[in-house]
């Protein structure tokens, strides 16, 4: 940030306003953090700016935003999976195709995402705003002193107008992809899947060949995931596969199931050191309903609202009722637990407006108070002297970091 004390935030847009309409603003470097994939893959590089430079990406991807929002759907990805399952259950198709692009951030050719964006902006401050940020070096902390190399290839990801410029970068594929006939196609960022016949595979898969290598200078992984629908496969954590002798279905990637059998481990290990009651019951029963905050929902069960294999919700519940076994919770304690598939039915059934599922909206300030006080350890005197709003957001921010907890077990979903 500029070495310069801001005494308002208008201040400081004012300043940043003047800087960008004139194409004095600079970034700063971005600092660099790595992000571990799993054993034997090389980390992700994040890139975290500063918060001035926040503030001018943040206004920078609104504009992106704003201009492509007829063409950008932003499905949520119950919603792609839930297409998914009307196109497999619809009998027209027989094969599917996952496209697998190698690092696909890390090779988004500047020259053509500029001309994208040209094509819908002509203001040059803003069209100067997105080369300075594509441009910007990402560094190691404390080398920001040192001359780094300037990136020709790439967007730098962590930025709040990285998925915006990656859905601009394909949008000619979408279209062009999703208007052939016969084919059905999906994308979720660079995670693609392609539901077709075997008669009409090779034709498609070259023709996003050509899109993906050939127009926009991008590599695909030579080992394809490809066959027959009968097969199965893995999208977006889902898993569709042979669920018993009959039928074929959704399910939850072993992987990801595993994950969150090892994050009911961690609380129920929690409660053992700690034993407090009031802690362990707010984390294992949030765990397995989820939480809606602000009409946003969160948890394990919202994402994974479109699964046909119920068999996986009971096991779930068999889980959580053996760990109370191996850490020896009470049972007047273990009667307050929630269930996995009672939790279930109730969003698909009432969509997530039940009151087995906890809603901020739903709770009166006396309980925010009380959970803010047993839970987060902030104290009741100074809770009682706050104004009511004050609270309402005190409760609102710490739930927040809390229910975002929630999905780290779906992270990683390609």
């Not at 009998?91 to 500029?114: A, Q, S, V």
């Not at 479109?306 to 068999?311: H, L, P, R, T």
């Amino acid at each position: 940030m500029d070495p310069v004390v801001f005494t308002s935030i208008f201040e400081l847009c004012k300043m940043l306003n003047y800087k960008i309409h004139n194409g004095t603003y600079k970034f700063t470097y971005f600092k660099e953090k790595l992000l571990s994939k799993g054993k034997g893959k090389l980390p992700r590089v994040i890139s975290i700016p500063t918060i001035r430079d926040k503030i001018t990406l943040s206004v920078l991807n609104e504009i992106l935003t704003e201009v492509f929002k007829d063409e950008i759907e932003g499905k949520l990805t119950q919603t792609i999976i839930d297409e998914i399952k009307n196109a497999v259950n619809s009998g027209e198709y027989n094969y599917f195709i996952k496209i697998d692009i190698k690092n696909f951030y890390g090779n988004i050719n500047h020259p053509i995402i500029l001309k994208k964006i040209q094509k819908k902006i002509k203001d040059k401050s803003v069209l100067s705003l997105v080369e300075k940020a594509l441009i910007n070096p990402t560094v190691t902390e404390g080398k920001r002193n040192v001359e780094p190399e300037v990136p020709s290839v790439g967007v730098p990801q962590g930025v709040s107008i990285s998925n915006i410029l990656a859905n601009i970068y394909l949008l000619e594929v979408d279209k062009r992809i999703g208007s052939f006939k016969g084919v059905k196609y999906f994308r979720y960022v660079d995670d693609i899947l392609i539901l077709c016949k075997t008669s009409n595979k090779k034709r498609t898969f070259k023709s996003i060949e050509n899109e993906l290598c050939n127009k926009l200078k991008l590599a695909i992984n030579s080992k394809k995931d490809e066959g027959l629908l009968t097969k199965g496969f893995d999208y977006l954590g889902y898993a569709y596969k042979k669920l018993n002798e009959y039928k074929y279905g959704f399910s939850v990637r072993p992987n990801n199931l595993l994950k969150l059998e090892t994050s009911i481990i961690e609380i129920f290990s929690e409660y053992k050191k700690n034993k407090s009651s009031e802690q362990f019951l707010w984390d294992i029963n949030n765990r397995i309903t989820g939480f809606v905050l602000e009409d946003n929902k969160y948890g394990w069960l919202f994402f994974y609202s479109q699964i046909d294999n119920v068999a996986i919700l009971y096991h779930l519940d068999w889980f959580v009722n053996k760990m109370c076994g191996v850490y020896k919770v009470k049972p007047a304690l273990q009667k307050q637990i929630k269930r996995f598939v009672k939790a279930y039915f109730e969003i698909i059934m009432k969509r997530g407006k039940s009151a087995y599922i906890p809603n901020s909206k739903e709770f009166p300030l006396d309980e925010k108070k009380r959970i803010l006080q047993t839970i987060y350890n902030i104290n009741r005197s100074e809770l009682d002297k706050m104004p009511n709003n004050d609270v309402d957001k005190l409760f609102k921010r710490k739930v927040y970091i809390s229910v975002k907890e929630l999905e780290k077990d779906v992270q990683n979903i390609s």
